[in-house]
């Protein structure tokens, strides 16, 4: 399973990005009115140019021929774009055109199997189920990526699934034994992913053991 950041925070991106194992950056607009740019396309550009993986940036609009157009606006803005269409009927409508003009799609807010198949067959390159937006709803979000993966599979979909919308390690743990493709975390749980006490401890403890003799 890979690993994207979730923000747009250019600080956590670049902080993230040292330690080697960041494969791409997904954004949306409310995590980018977080960061509050002066220019959205400057913003997009500057994460695409720190992480060379594919950075995902959503359309702004919700009407299929608008939304087709920004797309296409956006995927010129870097190489690594994908461009983020939300999963809804006209959403669905322009991931079917933007795809055979091979724009990257990642269909995005999905929160059934049903929107999942359909991305699919439309021919975005990722879907993203939202698990944690579905645990609060009280439903079990890790069974839907679970579901979506075993059904790519049996019909071999070359659509790749990123577990999106998570909220702590554990999600990170569920998400690969699912077998997403993709988990797509914020910063706070990739230091969370890293961080066990008794590794702490046991650093302490071997480094106060060494300086006991090295004296
Ligand atoms: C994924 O692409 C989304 O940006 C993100 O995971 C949404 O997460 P949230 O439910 O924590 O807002």
Redesign the pocket.
Not at 164 to 167: D, F, T
């Given at each position: 399973m890979r690993i994207?950041l979730?923000t747009a925070n250019v600080d956590q991106i670049k902080q993230a990005a040292k330690l080697g194992i960041i494969s791409g950056v997904?954004?949306?607009p409310?995590?980018m009115s977080k960061e509050a740019p002066a220019d959205y396309e400057a913003a997009v550009k500057e994460v695409c140019s720190i992480i060379p993986g594919p950075v995902?940036a959503?359309v702004l609009v919700e009407e299929a021929g608008a939304m087709i157009e920004q797309a296409r606006r956006i995927s010129t803005w870097a190489p690594n774009i994908v461009v983020?269409i939300p999963a809804t009927t006209t959403g669905l409508e322009a991931t079917s055109v933007l795809a055979k003009e091979n724009i990257k799609i990642?269909f995005?807010l999905c929160f059934s199997l049903n929107q999942a198949l359909l991305g699919a067959l439309a021919g975005a390159t990722y879907v993203?189920p939202?698990v944690?937006?579905l645990d609060?709803a009280g439903h079990d979000g890790m069974q839907l990526v679970k579901d979506i993966v075993d059904v790519f599979k049996h019909y071999q979909l070359p659509t790749q699934v990123?577990a999106?919308?998570?909220?702590h390690p554990q999600h990170c743990v569920a998400a690969a034994k699912a077998g997403a493709h993709i988990a797509?975390v914020?910063y706070k749980v990739l230091m969370q992913m890293i961080h066990h006490p008794l590794t702490d401890i046991g650093v302490t403890r071997f480094l106060t053991d060494w300086q006991g003799v090295s004296r």
């Open positions: 994207f979730d997904t954004t949306n409310s995590l995902s959503e983020k990642n995005t993203s939202f944690g937006r609060d990123i999106a919308s998570i909220r797509t914020p």
